[in-house]
């Protein structure tokens, strides 16, 4: 079955071709998606900001690909603490960005605003994700590290994000940016990568996230990627031969593998993607699920519906016909409960 | 936490009007995507069907979602006989539907066609979803059984479709559709219910999929919620008191509960939904994958994403840099292997 282009007049190219065209009108339609929703957004967040509690209720509710990141003290934090959560797509949002008809619809900010609490000062947790492409045909988010200013003896991260951030603001310092033939490890990354090395990173607090850096690439570098593919892709259209492409691709290989070994949440993008296209849009559905599970267990209220065995029983007059109004459909397990 | 709109000016309306809202903006913004992607999806067909056994390659490296479902012996049939696979938003589809300008957007057809197998005799299993909403607030996607014209001893379904199908063609004949006040159940019925309880339907074949019905929501009853729907939220925002609606929950919970026993495949929406956002949309990735793996398994490959001890290792050059074109970046996993 491999090599299953072999025999065939497709080649890798046309398949990608036809990728990078599908993954271009993804990047429209989430540009119309954000034009079409903003104000329903608004509305919603005006409304729920009157929800005490809204959004830890939500969190509470997170399905499986963000809730295994938050561990019991981080949830407990969340629950005390947090007032409001948002996603924001800054690159075309016009209030937020100059060049918002040009910016990429993927790149988003993901914010939490914290009341007072024990573990950190900070009022405000925003962290941005770049989407970019690498001279070496990757595409992704990218982000930077966001430093907490944890009380003391309060680090949930065990000291792991404060060396993520020290780590970077020596290498912006030094070398605006990536030096690409520094191969030595400086001091702070030395102690990092052993500190990596040494610490179960199973129960890593879900607050590590705010570390997260990605892949190491520039605007200027995603831009020059781009105009480059797009070049290529004309050329393959018009059948013309491109220009080989520069082999930058040692220093790159060992960048990234120096990138992601001092990355102490290498999910970090994923989880940003699940905030964005999972916790932000369906957040109204948690809540009422949330609710609907504390009613059912609140009322002892038998669920009406019923078991293949009950169907013979009167079904239960449901006084609250408002609840069927929601169009929170519950899931296959909930049904069965 | 329980009863969190208590205190608050908020009600579950208000939440369940944004929710709808949200509702429309993203049928809104499936029926953009398909009008968009229309002749993505035609060039892409046009190219792949020029691949041998490219179906059977992307339903291999299926995810969970949708693999869950496929059992050894359905695999097996799958690889050596599937030919084509499709999905059509069928209601918003011109050459389809003369109503496409108001079609649902989410309702879609599913197609399969097999070349010439030793398990039946069908060359096309195409099984329809509608979008529906029902008098009682739920919404979804509701089907139809699909007859396979298996050959001797060679059903995999054990007998159940065939039933489901026999159960089905004497609810059409005997009342136009579901009966209301029909409570006692069919000969045909009794005898399903009977096979479903007495079989373990944890190694159940897929093909048994296309007995799906879901809840029996019929076009008509459909319109009408929908236009009370309209109307409710209408009144709301006007802050009219609306009339009444009539609770025939009596009949329906029932109904509900008899549908639900005598489903045999309980989650065929949500397999649809998979099929429909995931594996049509996603195919040329999961194809990619595969070839990728196999590259990497023939070959004898060490993979260039190298482990963080190896980084010091001169990097192999890559002599395909075709693949580094393709944007099916590797998950996680497949990055660590």
Redesign the interface.
């Known amino acids: 079955?491999?090599?299953?282009?072999e025999?065939?007049?497709?080649?890798?190219?046309?398949?990608?071709d036809?990728?990078?065209?599908?993954?271009d009108?993804e990047t429209?339609?989430i540009r119309?998606?954000v034009a079409?929703?903003a104000p329903?957004y608004s509305?919603?967040t005006k409304?729920?900001s009157?929800?005490?509690?809204?959004w830890p209720?939500v969190l509470e509710q997170a399905p499986p690909d963000i809730d295994q990141y938050i561990q019991p003290s981080d949830s407990a934090l969340l629950l005390s603490s947090l007032l409001s959560f948002s996603v924001d797509h800054f690159e075309i949002n016009p209030n937020k960005s100059k060049n918002s008809a040009f910016g990429d619809p993927r790149s988003v900010s993901i914010r939490f605003e914290f009341s007072q609490n024990e573990y950190f000062e900070n009022a405000v947790l925003e962290k941005k994700f770049w989407y970019r492409r690498s001279r070496?045909?990757?595409?992704?988010l990218v982000s930077e590290p966001i430093r907490i200013q944890w009380k003391k003896d309060r680090d949930l991260t065990g000291g792991l994000l404060d060396m993520v951030c020290n780590v970077w603001d020596v290498e912006q310092r030094s070398s605006n940016g990536t030096d690409a033939t520094q191969r030595e490890l400086t001091l702070e990354q030395k102690s990092l990568k052993k500190t990596i090395e040494n610490t179960g990173m199973g129960g890593l607090s879900f607050f590590a996230w705010f570390g997260f850096i990605g892949r190491k690439v520039s605007a200027e570098e995603s831009a020059e990627a781009i105009a480059k593919d797009v070049e290529i892709r004309k050329n393959r259209k018009a059948n013309k031969a491109s220009p080989p492409?520069s082999?930058d691709?040692?220093a790159d290989?060992?960048e990234?593998?120096?990138d992601?070994?001092l990355e102490i949440f290498?999910?970090g993008d994923?989880l940003a993607i699940a905030f964005t296209e999972d916790l932000w849009?369906s957040a109204?559905?948690y809540?009422?699920q949330?609710?609907e599970q504390?009613?059912i267990s609140?009322a002892d209220f038998e669920s009406?519906?019923?078991e293949?065995d009950?169907?013979n029983d009167p079904?239960q007059?449901?006084a609250d016909?408002?609840?069927?109004?929601?169009?929170?459909?519950p899931t296959?397990k909930q049904r069965a409960a």
Chains 1, 2 share one sequence.
């Not at 025999?7 to 990608?16: C, N, R």
């Not at 036809?18 to 993954?23: A, G, S, T, V, Y």
């Not at 070496?136 to 992704?140: A, E, M, R, V, Y």
């Open positions: 079955m491999s090599a299953a282009l025999e065939t007049p497709i080649s890798y190219e046309d398949l990608a036809i990728e990078r065209e599908f993954d009108a429209e339609i119309q998606q079409l929703t329903l509305r919603r409304t729920v009157q929800i005490p509690n809204f209720l070496d045909g990757w595409s992704g492409e082999i691709g040692d290989e060992g990234e593998d120096l992601m070994s290498p999910d994923e849009p109204i559905k809540f009422t949330a609710q504390d009613a609140d009406d519906e019923g293949p009950d169907f079904p007059d449901s016909s408002d609840d069927d109004e929601i169009d929170a459909r296959k």
